[in-house]
């Protein structure tokens, strides 16, 4: 979880009346966090907003969206690069399952930030630069897991996929 992901929760709390954060294992990602330590991170972060449900999940997005009576899916854009990718996912998940997709903007601030560049800062150098784009329980986390692996933070990177 990042700002980025902070700020476009935010943006999307003034809009709807209830909001769930889903969070589910990517299939083409190497995660540093387990599914149960993302939970735990998002929960204490978003803990204090009464209308946000944190929630789990496997398989489609579009599937769980639909099976919890969702009317649409937020999805942050970062660029025109994440514009593309979204375009076309929104109108599958339109056609296939009947669900709308709201885009929301993240701030300008954010709108460098990405997993795969957050994982290449952490794995090269000192994880404090990272104050800027992650809050401080998820760097927090990030230099214990760093601790952990002997000083480095394991993943690969996929070419091609939105982070």
Excluded: C
């Excluded at 939970?39 to 639909?66: E, F, K, N, P, S």
């Amino acid at each position: 979880m990042t700002n980025g992901h902070l700020d476009v929760i935010h943006r999307a709390e003034r809009l709807f009346d209830q909001l769930v954060v889903a969070i589910a294992k990517n299939p083409s990602k190497e995660e540093l966090f387990s599914l149960d330590e993302r939970t735990a991170m998002i929960q204490q972060l978003v803990g204090d907003h009464a209308i946000i449900d944190v929630q789990t999940y496997q398989g489609l997005t579009v599937d769980y969206a639909r099976n919890v009576g969702a009317t649409a899916i937020v999805r942050g854009l970062r660029n025109v690069t994440d514009l593309n990718y979204e375009f076309q996912l929104a109108l599958t998940n339109r056609a296939i399952a009947d669900i709308e997709t709201v885009f929301i903007m993240t701030g300008e601030t954010f709108a460098f930030t990405s997993s795969t560049l957050i994982k290449q800062i952490a794995s090269g150098g000192d994880i404090e630069r990272l104050h800027l784009l992650l809050p401080p329980l998820v760097l927090d986390a990030l230099a214990r897991k760093k601790q952990q692996n002997q000083g480095t933070i394991p993943w690969q990177h996929t070419d091609g996929l939105k982070d």
